[in-house]
């Protein structure tokens, strides 16, 4: 009886160390292409939110969210040599179907620079649009959904319906969305204005 | 027609996995919003198959029966954990869309399935094609049910606007239900096909006798 168990789990463990020997190998291989990979997924959008930057530094300890759903998982100061451009939040929060990712840029005057939707996967069509270059809430004036929030304070309410334009039927992803955008550009704004008293 | 031909074509119509055996079918319905993501997918399955079915076929001696399901879990984990590494690494964007489905190839009924069922009793080249027939059965479904909903549900395919701009896109078709109302008229015209297939003189055998 012990025996055919011993036995058994030596097969076990045998298959089991297969299987860590090959994932082993595997992994060392594309382990340093995923990290490069994301690195320069980071860059890349850190560049398209600032794109005179030259060079950032990682400050997300110094950032708190002040509302206790959403994350702020990066902060990035950004500079073009000397000069301080601005601040970059990477946060997350709950939207309709699951979290969703938001890159916001920061002025140093307290203004929002850009918006980039990094993640979100509310429904195709409704919410999705919130991603969507092409898909814009002012019709008019052609302007996106993160588009709208160019050059807003971060002070203001981001009340959907109110100063913030809906996405037609996707007022969830739309209130989870602006909600976001308020926090980090709080966040990045209480950092700035410490910064800046502090100097 | 030869015992080696009809292995490989029973997964595609006859036994097909998702249509016929209606296993594996949460992801199929979830990824198949567009139709990257349904090649994606159904590459990544297939490729999950067929290696672990030939391996497992390949042990199939020195597996004990009393520790065979761990067994099939450790080999189907490493093989879905070299896919999702290997999408991250050269296919990042394709990777997050795919989300969490890639990692949860491990647990899909088709692989567990087919491993229990067939490969584990049958010679590696047999395993093989099964796999394989399995795979494309899986593919063709999978694939042709994401250009019906992408196109119907959102205009494009691949991205690309295939319906004229006045064309009011059916969101319906990318919505969970539509999943189910595509999903229904492949299973019967899989049936349809399934039917012609077995009448025909040069046909397989059907083992359940015919619907």
Redesign the interface.
């Known amino acids: 009886m012990i025996k055919s168990m011993l036995?058994?789990g030596i097969?076990?463990a045998l298959?089991?160390s297969g299987?860590?020997g090959?994932?082993a190998i595997?992994?060392s291989i594309?382990?340093p292409?995923?990290k490069t990979?994301?690195e320069r997924?980071l860059n890349a959008a850190l560049k398209d939110i600032f794109p005179t930057a030259d060079s950032f530094k990682d400050i997300t300890r110094e950032l708190t969210s002040s509302d206790p759903k959403i994350e702020i998982l990066n902060a990035y100061e950004m500079k073009e040599g000397d000069k301080l451009l601005g601040v970059a939040v990477k946060a997350t929060g709950p939207s309709y179907s699951t979290n969703a990712i938001l890159l916001t840029g920061i002025n140093t005057d307290g203004t929002i620079k850009q918006v980039r939707v990094l993640?979100l996967?509310d429904?195709?069509?409704?919410g999705a649009n919130a991603a969507n270059p092409a898909y814009y809430v002012d019709k008019a004036r052609k302007i996106t959904f993160t588009g709208q929030f160019i050059g807003k304070k971060t002070t203001d309410p981001f009340i959907v319906k109110d100063d913030v334009q809906t996405l037609t039927a996707a007022t969830i992803t739309s209130r989870s969305l602006s909600e976001i955008v308020k926090v980090s550009g709080e966040a990045a704004s209480q950092y700035l204005s410490r910064k800046g008293g502090a100097q | 027609m030869n015992q080696r031909t009809s292995v490989f074509l029973q997964g595609l119509v006859i036994e097909n996995p998702l249509a016929i055996i209606m296993i594996g079918l949460c992801s199929a319905l979830a990824v198949t919003?567009?139709v990257a993501n349904g090649i994606g997918m159904s590459l990544a399955m297939t490729f999950v198959l067929v290696t672990s079915e030939v391996i497992i076929s390949l042990?199939r001696k020195?597996?004990?029966e009393?520790?065979r399901i761990?067994?099939f879990i450790?080999?189907i984990?490493?093989f879905t954990?070299?896919v999702d590494?290997?999408m991250?690494?050269?296919f990042?964007d394709l990777s997050?869309a795919m989300?969490v489905f890639i990692p949860l190839i491990v647990v899909n009924c088709i692989i567990m399935g087919r491993v229990e069922a067939f490969a584990s009793k049958q010679s590696v080249s047999n395993a093989f094609l099964d796999a394989l027939g399995m795979g494309l059965g899986y593919t063709w479904v999978l694939i042709s049910m994401s250009v019906v909903r992408e196109l119907l549900?959102?205009g494009t395919i691949l991205g690309i606007q295939i319906m004229p701009e006045a064309y009011q896109?059916i969101?319906f078709f990318?919505?969970p239900p539509g999943g189910f109302l595509v999903f229904a008229l492949f299973i019967s015209f899989n049936l349809f096909m399934k039917k012609k297939w077995t009448k025909s003189p040069s046909g397989i055998s059907d083992p359940e006798g015919g619907n």
């Open positions: 036995k058994l097969v076990l298959f089991a299987a860590c090959a994932l595997v992994y594309t382990g292409v995923i990979q994301e997924a993640q996967s429904t195709p069509g409704l | 919003t567009s042990f020195l597996i004990p009393s520790v761990p067994i450790i080999i984990a490493a954990t070299m590494l290997v991250k690494a050269y990042p997050k989300g549900g959102n896109p969101l990318v919505l």
